[in-house]
């Protein structure tokens, strides 16, 4: 992994969830004032709860709402009601809390009971939304990720024929391990971003932010090593449990 990585460690998750909703304030009203509006991919998984509970209690005239717009770097194939939705979780512990405009909240439609369909149309709906000029892509201002203890990160899951993507932007990625579609942002697209960050906390974390930031294993392995924005920044927000094996030298 590069040398020059911005990797910021916390002692407690209270205390990450506490510095990423500053560093999304921050963000946010950073690119209002430079482009107008703020475009920002969320991850699933439970991690991202505790910045947007952070989020929702903050005072919500720190953020211009309005010109803010929300999309998921990757979704569970099921329906926005469903106890697995990434949509049904960002819904309540962000979204139905502050003053977002309906329209400005871009969900996968993955109740399509054909998952490769809902990534075609959400692939759509960035490339309308963004109107990139010809030959480059989407570029989200901000990609939140998560990382599993296997190393997977958005749903791109160790040795899964999504890795190798490198035309399309969103896909229907098949996940072994439960025996189900996903659909994720692939690695093209996330790397396009002018800032990724990781948000990573708990000791079952440990091994493979090692191995991530540190060892030699192939991406195939530990898929978050593909994570190497283009001309973005790539920040890691870590717990203390988290960054238990990395180097002292750190
Ligand atoms: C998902 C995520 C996934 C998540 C990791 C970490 O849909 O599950 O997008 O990539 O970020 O699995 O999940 P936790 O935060 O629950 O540990």
């Known amino acids: 992994m590069t040398t020059n990585l911005d990797l910021r460690i916390y002692a407690t998750p209270a205390d990450l969830f506490e510095a990423a909703a500053e560093d999304f304030v921050e963000q946010a009203t950073g690119a209002v004032q430079a482009r107008g509006r703020f475009t920002i991919a969320l991850s699933g998984g439970s991690t991202p709860k505790g910045l947007f ?5 903050k005072d919500h005239d720190r953020l211009p709402w309005d010109r ?11 329906s926005p009601e469903d106890p697995e939705s990434n949509y049904r979780m960002a819904r309540e512990t962000l979204l139905s809390k502050v003053p977002i405009p309906e329209q400005n909240i871009f969900r996968v439609l993955a109740e399509d009971t054909d998952a490769n369909r809902a990534a075609e149309k959400y692939e759509g709906t960035l490339k309308q939304f963004f109107a990139p000029p010809a030959g480059r892509l989407p570029q989200f201002d901000l990609v939140l990720l998560g990382m599993g203890p ?9 040795q899964s024929k999504g890795l190798r993507e490198k035309q399309r932007l969103v896909i229907a990625n098949w996940v072994e391990k439960f025996s189900t579609d996903r659909i994720t942002f692939t690695a093209p697209l996330l790397n396009a971003a002018r800032v990724v960050e990781f948000l990573v906390a708990g000791s079952d974390k440990a091994p493979a932010l090692r ?9 195939d392995l530990y898929p978050s090593k593909m994570i190497r924005p283009v001309n973005g920044k790539l920040v890691w927000m870590v717990d203390q449990a988290a960054a238990a094996g990395l180097s002292a030298k750190r």
């Open 53 to 57: 509970q952070v989020l929702s209690s």
């Open 150 to 158: 296997d190393g997977h990160t958005a749903s791109l899951f160790p």
């Open 211 to 219: 191995e991530v930031l540190e060892g030699n294993a192939s991406p």
């Open 68 to 78: 803010m717009f929300f999309f998921w770097g990757d979704e569970r194939h099921v």
